[in-house]
Nanobody, 123 residues
Framework: VQLQASGGGLVQAGGSLRLSCAAS????????MGWFRQAPGEEREFVAL????????YYADSVKGRFTMSRDSAKNTVYLQMNSLKPEDTAVYYC?????????????????WGQGTLVTVSS
């Protein structure tokens, strides 16, 4: 599976961005898809996840109520709509795919990663 993330950029605090992650080379609908982010000098952290079965979504507490993850199975693409952005949301955002039936948001359990897209939120 190859993942291509896009949609990052520079935005002012309070603004919005939508990230996209296009998947190819695999049976997309059988993968849980996740978004992670990594700020300079920080560990990569979980942001959001959507399950391949049922489409349930899960979010980190820091983004709950502001970010929404969705998917378009016909396009093999997942999205991360980010609203009310804060300077602390500044990071490189990565999409990732994970096979398996048990829910997990641990980055070490994701099998495939995209190249990352930079989101910068100015104050």
């Amino acid at each position: 599976v190859q993942l291509q993330a896009s949609g990052g950029g520079l935005v002012q605090a309070g603004g919005s961005l939508r990230l996209s992650c296009a998947a190819s080379g695999g049976t997309f609908r059988r993968y849980d898809m996740g978004w992670f982010r990594q700020a300079p000098g920080e560990e990569r952290e979980f942001v959001a996840l959507i399950r391949w079965t049922g489409g349930s979504t899960y979010y980190a507490d820091s983004v709950k109520g502001r970010f929404t993850m969705s998917r378009d199975s016909a396009k093999n693409t997942v999205y991360l709509q980010m609203n009310s952005l804060k300077p602390e949301d500044t990071a490189v955002y990565y999409c990732a795919a994970r096979r398996g039936t048990i829910l997990s948001a641990l980055k070490n359990e994701f099998d495939y990663w995209g190249q990352g897209t930079l989101v910068t939120v100015s104050s």
